[in-house]
């Protein structure tokens, strides 16, 4: 893991540098999102003191009730397991997301770092989302099978 020493950003700049590495699409479709009702989503939910910065925040569709961003909080096990949603006692630069590499690779498990770039966590990151949720790749399969029929939802009808 790369050194990452220098305070975050937050606020504003934060959310600056989260659009610019997202190239304004949505971390979870791939959908351009500056174009349609989106959200800067929390990964550790601000009401379990996420802090406001790059490594806890992505763009996605909709508001907290609609979109993207309102289907993660409605299958709140579904995003924990996939990295969405990030536990109180975790931090969220070191847990892993399954997410879309925002140049067009395809979706993998990535590590979003406090200064804002992704850092490819590949099969690590799924070993580790096993390992921290006491889970098999069953389960794993299962969230990222939701996290698909989300995302193909998302890619085939705008989001209010």
Do not use: K
């Not at 959908?31 to 939910?45: D, E, I, K, T």
């Not at 993998?108 to 006491?134: I, K, N, S, V």
């Amino acid at each position: 893991m790369t050194d990452h020493t220098e305070a975050p950003a937050t606020g504003y700049a934060a959310r600056v540098i989260v659009a610019n590495r997202d190239l304004e699409r949505s971390a979870a479709s791939g959908v351009y999102a500056l174009g349609m009702a989106h959200s800067y989503h929390h990964r550790q939910l601000r009401s379990h003191g996420g802090p406001d910065s790059p490594d806890n925040l992505v763009l996605l569709t909709g508001t907290g009730t609609t979109g993207e961003h309102g289907a993660v909080h409605g299958d709140p096990r579904m995003a924990q397991r996939v990295g969405l949603i990030v536990p109180s006692w975790a931090t969220p630069a070191e847990y892993p997301i399954y997410r879309r590499d925002p140049y067009g690779l395809g979706w993998d498990w990535f590590l979003q770092t406090p200064d804002g770039q992704l850092e490819w966590a590949g099969g690590d990151g799924r070993a580790t989302m096993a390992r921290l949720h006491g889970i098999d790749d069953t389960d794993i399969d299962a969230a990222l099978a939701l996290f698909r029929e989300m995302v193909s939802l998302a890619r085939r009808s705008p989001w209010d």
